[in-house]
């Protein structure tokens, strides 16, 4: 996982991957840390967080953040993959809206979104 996301910010000095906080997204009800794996290990991920509001009733939305797909293996649909089943599962929340946060430097994900 530390690989992946060195890859998202390979010169950040802020950077502060702890296996105990992936612990605590994985337990947690509403943020969901969604990962693409097959034979060649582990090759893509996303975070995905429900929101609660109360705007539009009992309908909350979703906020997708830090996609990443390792950088040897993209061109293969793999980020299309994870999108669409942070997509599907918001769906099935009945979510009113998705929002997908990106930095304004990434021109290239921005092409691909």
């Known amino acids: 996982m530390f690989e992946l996301y060195r890859m998202l910010v ?3 000095k802020k950077m502060n ?3 105990e906080q992936i612990e ?6 509403y943020n969901f840390l969604f990962v693409y794996e097959d034979d060649e290990g582990l090759l893509g991920t996303l975070t995905l967080n ?3 509001q109360a705007l539009h009733g009992f309908r909350p939305y979703g906020v997708i953040e830090n996609i990443i797909v ?6 293969r649909n793999i980020g299309r993959k994870l999108l669409q089943h942070a997509e599907d599962y918001c769906r099935s929340m009945d979510c009113h809206r998705i929002m997908l946060l990106s930095s304004t ?6 092409q691909f979104f």
Do not use: M, N, Q, Y
């Open 70 to 75: 390792h950088e040897c293996f993209r061109g």
């Open 10 to 12: 390979p010169k950040s």
């Open 24 to 29: 605590v997204i994985k337990k947690a009800h």
């Open 105 to 110: 430097k990434r021109e290239r994900a921005h």
């Open 50 to 52: 429900i929101c609660l």
């Open 17 to 19: 991957v702890r296996e």
